[in-house]
């Protein structure tokens, strides 16, 4: 049997190389996917053949991630529970897709992930290797073996030789990738505990941040993000040149207390600095391009679509038809908008649209002008009010 292991190097995924080995006496090629989480992916490679596997791949998918998986949900102003922008949910499937191709590739049986059984990403996996996948088969470990804590796993690799990281275990856990990092577990379970100052990795503390403001702008076509300050920049370059100046200004740090699919509450800390800002200077390009019944149709259709990716389901067929009506809508989303960054904040400050813009400062104006006329409201108005005067003159006469 072999199967493909989404490999990190960490303990977890050391501990799960050896225990396929042993308990499926299967030959692991360990997946490591770079989704700009930083880790050292070399390292990893040296240290899963180290530990056993057959092969050790290490693939690139930042491209992927930001211009496939990222940026479609920004156009989707994709938002769960009105504050988290998805960063670790949408990691999970491109990573799912990586495992499912190398699986094809290599010849393997089965794919592996470390994932709990109490979280989501395991949800997220596996429906995604099924879904791009329908016959193959899914090993959750945290599901089958009796290891039941980070002791059990070091007392485990030490009975096998396996080397152990001697680095200090944090008070809590984190993920990271290029949009964001979360953290939850250990100290922040108590979610009346502040977040430790120094948990913070992409982003500085607002009250050591910049004492003067920075102003940016950033520009969209079709939606998508295309520029800083004027300058075109590739998906990449652009997020990381947004998380950075996001990033130094204590932007995009958000905690919460979040509904799992799985059905459990959980406390989650986030910080995504540069999809803060493009979340916030895409929805003022749009207040000046949508229409309005458009606007807020697509409105209410975002925390379905927010649900779907939280919940695993991108590659779901209806996730794939919301996309589509998300992304007609964005055709003419076209144009700049400019933030202001000061200690945590994110303001716009100005937004502008070359040709698709629906705001006509001739009609909007308090000024006189030629193209409103104000009495036109008369009549607009007791239109509106008929229902709700018959209404009253119907209850008025039963005496309410």
């Known amino acids: 049997m072999k199967v493909v292991l989404a490999y990190s190097g960490g303990l977890d995924t050391s501990i799960i190389l050896r225990w396929l080995q042993e308990t499926y006496d299967a030959d692991v090629v360990a997946y490591t996917a770079d989704v700009g989480q930083g880790e050292e992916v070399d390292e ?20 992927e991630f930001v211009s496939d998986y990222v940026f479609p949900a920004l156009r989707a102003n994709a938002i769960y529970e009105g504050y988290y922008l998805l960063g670790t949910s949408l990691a999970r499937p491109v990573i799912a897709k990586g495992l499912v191709d190398t699986a094809r590739r290599t010849g393997a049986d089965a794919i592996a992930h470390g994932a709990t059984g109490k979280g989501n990403d395991q949800v997220r996996f596996e429906l995604a290797a099924y879904a791009l996948s329908p016959g193959i088969k899914v090993i959750a470990p ?96 652009l997020l990381t040149e947004l998380n950075a100046r996001g990033g130094r200004h204590g932007v995009g740090r958000v905690d919460i207390v979040e509904n799992r699919f799985v059905g459990i509450k959980s406390r989650g800390v986030y910080e995504t600095p540069g999809g803060t800002l493009i979340y916030h200077a895409h929805r003022a390009v749009e207040s000046l391009t949508l229409d309005r019944e458009v606007a807020h149709l697509r409105d209410e259709l975002v925390s379905r679509y927010a649900e779907m990716v939280y919940n695993g389901f991108w590659f779901s067929p209806e996730r794939h038809a919301l996309q589509a009506f998300m992304d007609d809508v964005q055709q003419r989303v076209n144009g ?57 003159e119907k209850r008025l006469g039963e005496g309410e």
Do not use: C
């Open 44 to 63: 990893a490679i040296e240290k899963a053949y180290a530990t056993g596997a057959v092969e050790a791949i290490a693939e690139d998918l930042t491209e």
């Open 336 to 392: 700049e908008a400019r933030v202001k960054l000061y200690k945590g904040t994110a303001q716009v400050v100005g937004r502008r649209s070359e040709g698709d813009a629906l705001y006509d400062e001739a009609t909007a104006t308090f000024e006189a002008d030629d193209v409103y006329d104000q009495g036109d409201a008369t009549g607009f108005i007791r239109l509106q009010s008929l229902r709700l005067r018959t209404f009253a």
């Open 142 to 237: 945290w599901r089958e073996w009796d290891l039941r804590g980070r002791q059990d796993l070091v007392d485990y690799a030490e009975a096998r030789g396996i080397e152990v990281p001697v680095t200090p275990e944090k008070p809590y856990s984190m993920d990271a990738n290029l949009l964001h990092v979360s953290y939850e577990g250990g100290v922040l379970e108590d979610p009346w505990q502040e977040p430790p100052a120094d948990m913070f990795k992409m982003t500085t503390n607002p009250e050591a941040a910049p004492d003067e403001p920075e102003y940016l702008t950033i520009g969209f076509r079709d939606g998508s993000p295309v520029s800083v300050d004027g300058t075109d920049l590739a998906p990449v370059d």
